[in-house]
């Protein structure tokens, strides 16, 4: 069974296209609409809108919270209020975070972090900047100077739990995922897995065979790769979250290159100087 949080902004459709898309999906056993409860005109907004969405789906008899979006504290306590009742029951949670501000999305994810079936979604537009001038126009030019038009106030800093999520606890591990993505995030067993890390006759080396597979649970377990039995086989593959992490792995190799050769080319600057 699935519970389904959407908070309301200025985008009741969007909320309902994605609940519609879920519905089919998952059954879906409860709902629960958050909303801005600030008296000023975006809490006048979302009550709207957010009312709006609860009478096109009172067959599912949605639960309305009513939140600060723009207090960390708020949504996190409301939130948090919601997922350890739902999830005490084993249930899969998506919390929809499309009319979300900064602080709100900050919060979620930060509770996902928390509780494991926890499951955050976007719903996409179909259509985007429709209402920007096109550029090299002097009606762009304008347009884009009367939206700079406020000011910033104190940063808030969020505080995060003392104790980081760590992902790998060895370099085997990170090994293995950026190796899948190099080789198009896929193995077709662990055997050619193991060949393709470097690891000699991997066929018969059973020692090596025990440690890889203990890795692979455990990439599996912190959803990074998952398993397909095939015959004798297990073929090993990225999950999406694995394939955009071990495309980090690499985007961060490649920032480490440029930013050592960019000291290496200001320290021949610098030489040059001094001639």
């Excluded at 975006?42 to 008899?61: D, H, P, T």
């Excluded at 928390?114 to 030019?141: C, H, L, Q, W």
């Excluded at 297990?234 to 999950?239: G, K, M, Q, S």
């Amino acid at each position: 069974m699935a519970v389904i949080v959407n908070y309301v902004g200025f985008h009741p459709t969007l909320a309902l296209d994605g609940f519609d898309y879920l519905r089919r999906q998952f059954p879906v056993e409860r709902i629960y609409i958050l909303y801005d409860g600030k008296r000023d005109r975006y809490g006048a907004v979302s009550r709207r809108n957010s009312e709006k969405l609860r009478q096109i789906l009172q067959f599912f008899k949605p639960i309305m919270v009513d939140v600060n979006p723009q207090s960390f504290e708020s949504v996190f306590s409301k939130v948090y209020a919601i997922l350890r009742r739902e999830c005490s029951e084993k249930k899969d949670v998506f919390i929809d975070i499309t009319d979300m501000p900064p602080e709100a999305v900050s919060a979620i994810t930060m509770l996902a972090l928390m509780f494991p079936s926890v499951k955050v979604y976007i719903v996409p537009t179909d259509k985007r900047g429709d209402f920007i001038p096109a550029p090299n126009t002097p009606t762009f030019e304008d347009w884009i100077r009367s939206k700079d038009n406020k000011r910033g106030l104190k940063p808030q800093i969020i505080d995060l739990p003392g104790r980081a999520v760590r992902l790998f606890e060895d370099e085997e591990s990170e090994k293995i995922i950026r190796i899948l993505y190099e080789k198009g995030g896929k193995a077709n067993s662990i055997i050619q897995l193991m060949r393709w890390c470097g690891v000699p006759n991997p066929r018969y080396n059973a020692a090596a065979k025990n440690r890889f597979s203990r890795l692979i649970d455990s990439l599996t377990r912190k959803g990074l790769v998952y398993k397909l039995h095939r015959g004798r086989h297990r073929r090993i593959e990225l999950t999406e979250f694995g394939r955009v992490y071990a495309r980090a792995l690499v985007e961060s190799s490649e920032l480490e290159r440029k930013i050592y050769l960019a000291g290496i080319e200001d320290l021949a600057l610098t030489s040059e100087a001094k001639w």
